[in-house]
């Protein structure tokens, strides 16, 4: 079976390590989290992957030259402009020439769902398109789902405001759909397969979905970026991943965080509930708490870095500096 992973947003709410990174590109404890998307698509039988391209494809053309991501084989889909995800579907759809029900995943998403077990579901709901399922505890920044019980979709709301979704189940990102669902889609224009595509489909009783309780999250904000990879840590993706890489100097402390290749932690800095991704560096007296550090950024001395801060790539925060809750550069 074929999947087209969507990977063409701007990953706004990532910004600044996603201002020329693409966010699928951004390491999750030490690898693309595009890869870790493929991984587990060819555990399921995936044999072919169509990535969905807008912003910045050439981060993926330069990272997988010979068109092979996990062991399989890609398609490179660009769009000529952002065409919104349903659009997004139709155009990587008909590049790549897929004519046979297919999988489409929202690339920012790491799950333990049995794909396979959601591919038979859809078969034997004979349905046009099933979407997978999983519960929240505030469904507002997501896609809301109400079904019957026998899985059929009643209506899709889209980041409801809160305290009005009707359910707290919400669309998990992971779709099968048949090739005619690409006939719902308007050609050449933006078409959001969420606003349009999905509550058009709910009108005609043949679009389902499977809830799951798989391990789940959308990678997408600093704090689900900063958790996906405490998850590894913290044993909640198989064994506990060891965050340290062989090559990091650390003579300062590191709490239950993530350093990647080449970072420095001096002595006397502190590192904790934290990412510091390749060749970034902790000056002597640094705290960095519950904060994400890009690739090759410094942390002056004494600077304390904290509460979901977001430092970008190769930015230089200066000696005693104060960072809570904030994005640097800005
Ligand atoms: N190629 C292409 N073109 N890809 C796009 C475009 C586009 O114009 N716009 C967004 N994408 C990709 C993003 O890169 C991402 O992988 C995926 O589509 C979803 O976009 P997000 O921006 O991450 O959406 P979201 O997280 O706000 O909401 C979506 O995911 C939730 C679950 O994680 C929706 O599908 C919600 O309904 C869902 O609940
Ligand atoms: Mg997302």
């Known amino acids: ?189 933006r078409v959001s397969v969420e606003r349009e595509v999905f509550p058009a489909l709910a009108e005609t009783g043949r679009l389902f979905a499977w809830e799951s309780a798989d391990y789940w999250i959308d990678t997408g904000t600093p704090a689900t970026y900063l958790q996906a990879q405490l998850d590894f840590l913290d044993g909640r993706r198989g064994p506990a991943h060891c965050g340290l890489d062989e090559t990091a100097t650390v003579d300062g402390t590191v709490e239950r965080s993530e350093i990647g290749a080449n970072c420095v932690v001096e002595t006397g800095a502190v590192v904790r509930n934290s990412v510091l991704l390749a060749g970034a560096h902790a000056a002597a007296g640094a705290v960095i708490e519950g904060s994400i550090v890009g690739w090759g950024a410094t942390v002056g001395a004494g600077a304390t870095v904290r509460n979901l801060s977001v430092i970008g790539h190769g930015a230089k925060v200066p000696a005693g500096e104060a960072l809570d809750g904030v994005t640097f550069p800005k």
């Not at 992973?5 to 910004?15: E, H």
């Not at 698509?41 to 391209?53: E, I, M, N, P, Q």
């Open 1 to 189: 079976m074929q999947a087209l992973v969507l990977v063409g947003g701007f990953g706004t709410r990532l910004q600044p390590l996603t201002l020329t990174t693409p966010k699928q590109m951004l390491p999750i404890v030490g690898k693309p989290m595009i890869e870790h998307v493929v991984e587990h698509l060819a555990t399921h039988g995936v044999t072919k992957v169509v990535l969905s391209l807008g912003f910045a494809p050439e981060a993926f053309q330069e990272a997988y030259p010979e068109g092979v991501c996990a062991g399989i084989p890609l398609h490179y889909a660009i769009e000529p402009e952002p065409l919104d995800t349903a659009g997004a579907v139709r155009f990587a759809a008909l590049d790549a020439g897929i004519d046979e029900t297919f999988l489409v995943l929202n690339g920012d998403v790491l799950t333990g769902l049995d794909v396979s077990a959601l591919v038979e579901r859809h078969n034997s709901f004979g349905a046009e398109a099933t979407l997978h399922l999983t519960p929240v505890d505030d469904p507002s920044r997501y896609g809301v789902v109400p079904t019957d019980t026998d899985g059929r979709v009643l209506g899709f709301v889209e980041k409801p405001a809160p305290g009005t979704a009707p359910t707290n189940w919400i669309n998990a990102g992971t779709y099968v759909f048949e090739p005619t669902v690409l006939d719902h889609i308007a050609a050449g224009r």
